[in-house]
């Protein structure tokens, strides 16, 4: 230092050096160091009242001479050129000696700021408003846990809220965005492809498959339980719908679900595609033997004639009787399995169980039979009505029974004593006035 004194009062010492010198506060003359000490002290005042803090930027370019004074501070006292005077004197006006604890606080300060604005402190690595806090909050990660990161400074951190695993909180917020979705539908079931939310739905079936591979922290699994998580929606499925059929059994007596069972339209399709799994070799055997306890037939061949007969369930319901037309337009299979079951009877090759279940629900083996009964009671429904039995050839209310009450009279001598007992009873006039 003294040798760069003695060049510049000879002329020797270059402008540039000379200028470099007292860029960082060098004092030519020892008389005037402490002068120029006590200066650019209040020139760090004014910076302090300015902006907050005693941090000036390395190479500043509004005072390059003060941020090089700033600096000299630091490497005196490291070197212990310091006198304790000065050190006081800065200290009380909360000096930081060392810049990286400043550069740190600065950082965090406006991570805290980032936090109050956005409620969390994920900031993305291309936050636009701070190119350089996104890369600081990952590189705090990178400390912890590489155990770098004092615990001071982690405690500082998690006070804020600060998520050391991002998994963490993108998970919490999904989780509360499930708890919202069932206080709005009442279950956790939500669709993968939900179009409510279709990052909901993904992440829900994310849950369930992390959990199958034994990798969902217990801890996740217990909170996802306690609203109800469903974590098999399949077999949920499956023992809900069998909860239906016990209580179908329960009410009908039997199994025999129609496929368009009013009170549940869905209930019949679902037994029917049970026997469809129990054929393909896909129904498991708890669910075969569940299935079978309350009276399911799972036989191939036994399904497809109680498939058939819930079809004719669903007939009566509708039409009142079981003789569904040989040329049904609605449902041909039917009107054939219907012939195809007086055919077997008549035969002798249908079980009895099968005859006494067809008889039980009304069913007529002689179906001319049927059809003349069934024209017999509208018959007694047009007299209760008109009180006679004398329908017009040409009626618009009932042409067919028109039609029949002709047949009855020109075939008299073929009906039988029978019939033409029950039609005497009401009243059946065989010839007609004109």
């Not at 009062?9 to 402008?15: A, D, H, V």
Request: hydrophobic share 35%; glycine share 6%.
């Amino acid at each position: 230092m003294a040798r760069q004194r003695s060049l510049r009062r000879l002329g020797k010492l270059s402008p540039e050096h000379k200028a470099k010198l007292e860029g960082v506060g060098f004092a030519w003359e020892f008389a005037d160091v402490d002068t120029l000490w006590d200066k650019m002290f209040t020139t760090l005042l004014d910076y302090k009242r300015k902006y907050g803090n005693c941090n000036v930027p390395d190479k500043w370019p509004e005072n390059r001479k003060l941020s090089g004074w700033v600096g000299n501070q630091r490497q005196f006292r490291k070197r212990g050129v310091l006198t304790p005077d000065r050190i006081k004197r800065l200290e009380e006006i909360d000096f930081d000696w060392n810049i990286r604890n400043a550069a740190w606080d600065k950082m965090f300060a406006a991570l805290a700021n980032y936090r109050q604005e956005h409620s969390h402190c994920n900031v993305p690595q291309t936050y636009p408003e701070n190119a350089s806090l996104g890369g600081w909050v990952s590189s705090q990660r990178y400390l912890r846990k590489s155990d770098k990161l004092s615990e001071a400074r982690v405690h500082q951190l998690e006070e804020i809220g600060f998520a050391w695993e991002i998994v963490d909180t993108t998970w919490e917020q999904m989780f509360s965005a499930l708890t919202e979705y069932k206080r709005k539908h009442g279950d956790c079931n939500v669709p993968q492809k939900c179009s409510e939310d279709r990052q909901l739905g993904i992440w829900v079936s994310a849950q369930r498959q992390v959990k199958r591979k034994g990798k969902l922290p217990i801890e996740l699994v217990r909170r996802l339980d306690s609203l109800g998580f469903v974590w098999d929606p399949a077999n949920a499925h499956w023992e809900e719908m069998f909860a239906a059929l016990e209580e179908y059994t329960h009410v009908h007596g039997n199994c025999k679900v129609s496929r368009d069972y009013a009170d549940n339209p869905r209930l019949g399709a679902w037994v029917i595609k049970q026997r469809a799994a129990m054929n393909d070799g896909k129904l498991t055997a708890g669910r075969r033997a569940k299935l079978e306890a309350i009276g399911v037939i799972l036989k191939p061949i036994e399904a497809a004639w109680e498939e058939m007969f819930s079809s004719l369930l669903h007939y009566k319901s509708r039409y009142g009787d079981c003789n569904v037309p040989q040329h049904w337009p609605e449902n041909q299979r039917l009107a054939n399995w219907v012939n195809n079951q007086r055919q077997f009877k008549r035969k002798g090759t249908l079980s009895e169980v099968r005859v006494k279940t067809l008889e039980e629900l009304g069913f007529v083996w002689n179906s001319i039979s049927g059809f003349w009964d069934r024209m017999f009671a509208a018959l007694v429904d047009y007299k209760r009505k008109h009180g006679h039995c004398n329908v017009p050839t040409k009626s618009k209310e009932n042409p067919q029974l028109a039609s029949w009450v002709v047949n009855q009279r020109s075939r008299r001598a073929l009906l039988g004593e029978d019939r033409v007992r029950s039609l005497d009873g009401i009243g059946f006039q065989w010839k007609v006035t004109r």
